[in-house]
């Protein structure tokens, strides 16, 4: 019987090139799937009927929007997930995504091989070829870019030869990758990092700078989930679409970085991400009103490292299931509403009320009502500060 | 000898009552110390005789302004301190300031104890005690607030009862701490958390959402310190307050929070650092560009632990100086060019340049000279997701 | 109706003057209760009846020794619990065990108040009440000898003045709290650290210096707990005693530290935990062999948190139950037999195995067989070291 | 003008192989360097004038031993460095030692290239390869056994066509690696880890289970530097030394594990480091003793990054200067003696004095003199455990 393998497909010039040039390659024959992780553009079945046109012995296509959601954006969203601080994880949450479906394809259609568009020097290579040797170390990867010296202008050169249905138009500026929880931009002239990016750069948001009027959101929660909006029940999908409407309508979640790669280099990096932004602003804001100190402090070293491994590409990892089980009884209690004022490129919080709040107003006020007993502090403070007056009586001795 | 006491003095109502309460309840005399940390406000000389005029049998006052900045203010930047992801440690990084003075004015004058206006709920009466018992672990510690129970009401009974020079008008709603690095304020109505501040509350800031024109700024750093702006030199304290001036007139830097205290209760609090959130956004984004990866890694982790610390007042402790030792190896090369667009209440960095920069354009560039070898890439992801796929293969079993 | 005071009742001098100096102080009446967490030692029956006779209105026993090694023994062998890198945290361990049956009491008998024998300097005091205050927020907590200044003097004097039924003699050198799980050892010598420890201060172990046959234990793990040992299966319990006995008779687990106490002072503890050691190490090596890499070096952070968290009292925390989650996760491979030789105060593991082993011999072997595929290695040590020598090139430039 | 090639050169018999086959595999001509870090056996003059005799151009052997204790020994002993709790970096150690030489003949021979004689699935060629591009960017590495196939059976062919003056015996079943800091030996029979260690396997330590006297030692610490023994000074090496004999002498430092490699494998390891383990256990406690506690607790996480990236070949990386930045100053007070008792394959501390020490007699006694005020620990306990309290009164609601 015949190899095959399976192939990640986007519709666009270089996965398409892929199914023929992987075959020449390989002599396999090249099953096609494309997954919808909120990417927008074109329809579906348009890509698939696409992909048998450029050889494909078999097309696939998946909607995954609520799957990609709900499985690898909440959980980001849980652990506030911020490489870096700044970028939201937005590819490298569409990846894993991707990778379950490609797997399981391979095995619907008895593929020995999988193969991905990517080139060899980002994350996503990793990615894809970490997440599917731990799904399932026995496929093997090529990627035709890197593997197989594929480039640009190779491809065209490919797709002209073999009259593919495929526009071969000279390359767009913008090397791009959209999915619903968010969007990066890569592009030639902001490889000069003392230059800025320009307005043109921008989809999912618009200029926060221009005047407009400012949106307020009341966002509930659910031990950690988006569960409504302004009181309307909302699926996790459904938060981050309203949110990314809204947001970006106001400028927020622009993001302008550099970044450290998993390949060891650094590189510039320009991402939109409206609604992972401002979930993650409240959702933040909900564990300081619900998150015991304690674990709250610690949490944060839970979440970077959460970070940094899918970021990684280590999405499917033993770490990554052990994290999960803290990050999810840390948020067991992450539920009430946070009120938001979207604007001029911030999401601003402005109110949080919680029946699980840690909040006590006697404790905190200083006015009539107050139960806290101030007499307790001299003994915590000679105590608490007694290991380093210790040592400094040596030290300035 | 007459005992004395080294009383920490603001000029205000509470601690001017404090010098006659302190003295009736102990007998002892009171030094009356003043330190400026630039809170502003009135002239050290009218606030120095006022002490006098009120009983302080010495009155002394200090210029600390760049010894805070320097001292204080720059190791937060270099650890690109923020408590719980967000709180420039304003109020925190002042008192192991005034700390300092005042255990050399209790040298200076011989007295055996300190005393401060703290209530015994909050922050502050910690990192005042931690801080004198390390400086001087055999000075003894009094906050009349706290430990004499002299209540708002009882001090204004008590200062006009005395005929104290000091004015005992109905209180101001606000409780404020301010200085060069920013400005807490507490206030009743706020400790509702589902209530959002009002305008009135800021006084560093102008209203973000205001039109008006952004302002470009381009701030040079040396070993983690802003040492120009636009090009021209300064000290760490016109840093700030240059920028206190344009970032505040952009509406940047203001804070609404729910914040874990020291004394194990959770508080609402409103700040505003524009100087500080402007440079401490510079900073970072500069390390992303001079920093390697597993050092910036490892670095999240102790600025994290070093905020905590000194959140928690133990700015004086074995710990905090080991912390710096790091910190200080760290920043060593975070030395360079940044701009920001300041607008909006935001602080965007649009650039950055630096002799000292890790970013390659050459390995980085997707376009000709591109330098990266793309084969090896396949070698990296096996091995470096080997340890994953092995126990996938287990796991999957 | 009278008031009642639960008391944590060992049948000792001070907790028996405890029941009727409480009565005295207070005027409540007191429930002794006391609890077999395995510490050996007179009969249950006879301790209750002789709380009854110092004048306890109720008496309770409870046999904890299975609930204390199932539920608070196991999760530290899961984490490794080792304070400070030495101490299996005996005492720490048996707290809050105590404390689950003071609560039980409290709510069965109407008690508002919970008191136990601990003094004010040592980290007991704060394991109860954090304990209880957690468990129980409405309770108060007393301790006799702190707050009531009951010293061992005014204790016999009213023991003897009360015709208590219980021995005043001289007391011991040594204070002593035992348990399953080890043995803690005060005494006054070793507060002078350079002095060693005597033959004399030990009971669970045996002089490890004393010429004897060695001991080859197999013990057996599933999911992190013990389950059988040479083949007969074993509760945690049985597994805890047998290792003990055996461990112990071989000069296991004797362990001389100064260590940290949560009050802030250094303390020169003796520990014996000859089975707790066994267990732990035997455990340690079973993660080695079935814990993937980066998973296991992030584990040790969360197993020194754990540690630190239940030393310093603070079982029954938000931040326990998180760890709780990431622990038992990380355990779930933990199964398979692990040999060791226990002898001469060493317990060393001589072999392993485990068919969740990810030990693989053919990627191991330097033999025939081998199916490492060395040529990944060079694309890995490139981009493994990339971002260090893009740094270098910098540094040294 | 030829190429040149610097070889890290042992004498050994793959290594004198190397010589020629790179030679024929590149055209270079090969300079041999042996670095002497104590691993005993032959004369460094005999091993230079093999080389020659190998077809070396040049050859140079560096007495290492002093810069290999003081500069990389020390470090480690300050860092308590024990990879996964039990591994003190033996050969960890030695590489950078062993790279800065290379690098240096390099410079001074013009040669473009560095050779080791490492296979491709280890940790050593990664620790060569990714020093030597820390040090020397500019460098190319090879490694014959990896890159030209150069197996054993054809080494000893090589060996045997060319007549080289070496043995070309049946390869002894042990593969070792040794230097002063401790001894490695791999061998087939324990790849099956279910296998014990037989006494055959070791060499720097007498069996722990045959009787015999006990030794006594007093080791003197500086600022985490050992500096005497028994109360002659002593170099870091000589320390090193001599406790390697007394210590070995007894049985102690033998350690059995499953490790887990860098390149993602687990192996099984039998080290011996005597003078290694009873260094590190008289340094941890005299921790114990001089460093306070939140900066000793902190110390953990960084003596374990410390660990993890030397293990990882990262010596010359930012970094590690950084973790040494903080690992210095808090040995700083790390100054007193420490004595063991070595016996039976344990090193004991009995005792430990220092004029540095934080534990105060006074402050820990339970006898008279007791200094410590018990009446703070009730404020204190009740702020300690609020914020758990708080929680409590919500999660039990």
Redesign the interface.
């Known amino acids: 019987m015949t190899e095959r393998v399976v192939l990640a497909y986007s519709g666009g010039l270089d996965t398409s090139v892929c199914i023929g040039w992987i075959a020449e390659e390989t002599g396999a024959e090249v099953v096609a799937v494309a997954v919808d992780v909120g990417q927008g553009g074109e329809d579906l079945e348009i890509i698939r009927k696409r992909a048998l046109a450029c050889g494909a012995v078999e097309a696939e296509v998946a909607d995954a929007r609520d799957e990609f959601a709900q499985e690898y954006c909440l959980p980001a969203l849980k652990a506030n997930a911020l490489y ?2 700044r970028y939201p994880l937005v590819s490298a949450l569409s990846r894993p995504t991707i990778v379950k479906h490609l797997v399981a394809a391979a095995r619907k259609h008895g593929a020995s091989t999988v193969a991905h568009g990517c ?3 980002g994350n996503d ?2 990615r894809f ?2 997440g599917i ?5 026995d496929l093997k990867c090529i990627a035709p870019v ?2 197989y010296a594929m480039t640009r202008d190779r491809a065209i050169a490919f797709a002209e030869s073999k009259n593919l249905p495929i526009a071969t138009t000279k390359k767009s500026p913008y ?1 791009i990758d959209q999915n619903v929880f968010g969007r990066a931009v ?1 592009t ?1 002239f902001l ?7 320009i307005e043109d750069v921008y989809s999912y948001t618009q200029n ?2 221009e ?1 407009r009027e ?1 949106d307020e959101v009341v966002i509930t929660f659910e031990a950690g989930a988006p569960v409504a909006i302004d009181g309307r029940p909302v699926t996790v999908l459904q938060a981050i679409e309203e949110l990314n409407r809204r947001a970006g309508a106001q400028g927020v979640g ?1 993001i ?5 790669r ?7 990096e320009i991402y939109e991400a409206p609604g992972a932004i401002a979930l993650i602003t409240a959702h ?2 909900l564990e ?2 619900t ?12 979440d ?2 959460w970070g ?2 899918v970021y990684d ?2 999405w ?4 990554k ?6 990050v ?3 948020n067991q ?1 992450v539920s009430g509403d946070v ?1 938001m ?1 979207l ?4 999401a ?6 919680s029946d ?6 006697n ?5 009539t009502g ?1 139960t ?25 001795g």
């Open positions: 870096m601080d080139t060899g020097k290579q990793v070829e970490a040797s731990s799904l399932a170390p890197r593997d090397s890569e030639g490889e000069d990092i003392w230059n800025g990016p926060p700078a005047p400012a622009r302008d970085m550099v970044e450290d998993l390949v060891g280099i650094k590189s510039r933040q804001e300081n009103v998150v015991e100190r304690e674990l709250a402090r610690f949490k944060r070293t839970v970077q490292r940094e491994l590409g280590l499917f990892s033993p770490l299931r052990a994290l999960d089980g803290f999810d009884q840390a209690h009120r004022t604007h001029g490129g911030r601003v919080v402005t109110g949080r009320r699980q709040s840690l909040y006590d107003f404790l905190a006020t200083y006015d107050d806290f007993d101030q007499s307790l502090s001299k003994g915590f403070i000679e105590i608490f500060g007694l290991s380093s007056k210790i040592a400094a009586g040596r030290d300035l």
